[in-house]
């Protein structure tokens, strides 16, 4: 959520902030409504003053043996009054949340305009492999290997679903092991979260209202009371609401965590031919990082994050690049993006395999996420970051790409190998 007192105060940097994003708003309605709304409060809170100083006016009549029908008629006149003011009031409320919960975060002012067509490559690592055989598709990979059945996974859950199967298995999880046994190096807290959430999760994210249909849903039975639950899209949602409606000391931070979910997405994206097996799907799984800090602290936090995810991929010896996203293609809670893409030979293009973002206070606004600053004692709002740690649904692909031999085996990156019992290759059945 942005800055009520922001928007009032700077609508012209705030409309130009927007406009990079590619959304136009016109702020002139909203902020008559808004003085409309402050008028509304000023008088009702009068009504109020005036309410208290007659209340108080009605036992001193009594001790002096006076009428007090005009007073207690004045009361009800006010306290009518009141009751009309106040619903005015709550209706101006509503009307403005929800002004504000559709507008995304600000992009920061070193985040060009424009979308995908604007991102910059900032750097890269590696070098393209270069075969002296006709590469195979990672999907005719897998399925000479045995490592993933795309027949049955679509048999068990329809299509966008695979198995992990024997190596394939083994290989998923020595990922993710190779991934968390970094991250407690570098200091950060293992989580693992609850898998369904609650809408107020959807909210604090910056996924709901706008995005609601895209996750998948559980109502009436399968929901507490009927309210709207959700099976999360990515651990994000979960961590960005852990110390939700909190007030941290400041002595803690930064906060540092990492989580370890399956991520569901409702939709699997496109189905064109170079996207087919594992590089979209409506289930995998992701190691995320997630950061709570001080607001002068966020900028190098999220170049911890990059650097951290970069690391990994130095690590499996992928050959990948970083991307500044330009502001129309950052997510609408997020002010900076850096995007970690992976080279997959047989689409000839590069693919996310993490996002690092720094979303500044614009979660925190919307789950009261904030800490008490120790010089002044007064409350600020955090600021939040997340980064991918990383997903591995691309991950495999590229390494089979990547890797594979003249004969039709993959070589397995150094680093998973203890994972695999030591096994350097994984070979075709």
């Avoid at 991102?119 to 055989?133: I, L, Q, Y």
């Avoid at 064109?272 to 900028?299: C, L, W």
């Avoid at 690092?356 to 120790?374: C, H, I, K």
Wanted: aromatic share 8%.
């Amino acid at each position: 959520m942005l800055d009520l007192q922001l928007i009032r105060t700077q609508t012209a940097y705030v409309t130009e902030a927007l406009a990079r994003k590619g959304h136009a708003v016109d702020f002139g309605p909203f902020l008559e409504k808004d003085r409309l709304r402050r008028e509304a409060i000023f008088e009702v809170e009068s009504l109020k003053a005036e309410k208290n100083r007659v209340s108080a006016e009605i036992p001193k009549r009594k001790k002096a043996g006076q009428d007090v029908t005009e007073t207690l008629a004045a009361m009800k006149r006010l306290s009518d009054g009141i009751a009309e003011k106040d619903a005015a009031v709550a209706r101006m409320d509503t009307e403005q949340k929800d002004f504000l919960d559709r507008l995304p975060n600000l992009p920061a002012d070193d985040v060009v305009a424009g979308g995908k067509e604007n991102n910059r490559v900032v750097r890269s690592w590696g070098e393209k492999p270069a075969f002296g055989f006709a590469p195979k598709h990672h999907v005719d990979l897998v399925e000479s290997l045995g490592i993933i059945d795309y027949a049955r996974g679509a048999k068990l859950g329809g299509s966008g679903f695979w198995i992990y199967r024997g190596d394939g298995a083994r290989i998923e999880w020595a990922l993710l092991s190779y991934f968390m046994e970094e991250h407690l190096k570098d200091g950060y807290e293992f989580l693992l979260p609850p898998h369904i959430l609650t809408e107020a999760c959807g909210y604090t994210a910056g996924q709901f209202p706008k995005f609601k249909d895209d996750v998948f849903q559980l109502r009436g039975e399968d929901a507490e009371g009927g309210a709207l639950r959700f099976i999360l899209p990515t651990a994000e949602t979960a961590l960005v609401n852990l110390h939700r409606d909190e007030i941290l000391d400041e002595i803690l931070l930064p906060l540092r965590y990492f989580a370890y979910t399956p991520c569901y997405r409702k939709e699997a994206g496109s189905y064109r031919a170079e996207e087919r097996g594992m590089v979209r799907g409506h289930q995998f799984n992701k190691i995320e990082m997630f950061q709570y800090t001080r607001p002068e602290d966020s900028d190098a936090a999220l170049e911890e994050l990059v650097g951290k995810a970069e690391r990994l991929m130095q690590g499996l010896g992928l050959h990948h690049r970083v991307s500044k996203l330009a502001a129309g293609d950052c997510s609408d809670a997020m002010r900076k993006t850096y995007d970690i893409e992976v080279w997959i030979p047989s689409m000839d293009d590069y693919k996310e395999v993490s996002s690092a973002s720094n979303a500044g206070d614009y979660q925190a606004r919307r789950g009261s996420l904030r800490f008490r600053r120790r010089e002044t004692g007064k409350p600020e709002f955090l600021h939040t970051l997340n980064a991918s740690g990383l997903a591995t649904s691309r991950i495999l692909p590229a390494i089979v790409e990547q890797f594979q031999q003249a004969d039709g085996s993959v070589v397995i990156p150094e680093v998973l190998r203890k994972w695999m019992g030591g096994q350097e290759r994984l070979r075709p059945r």
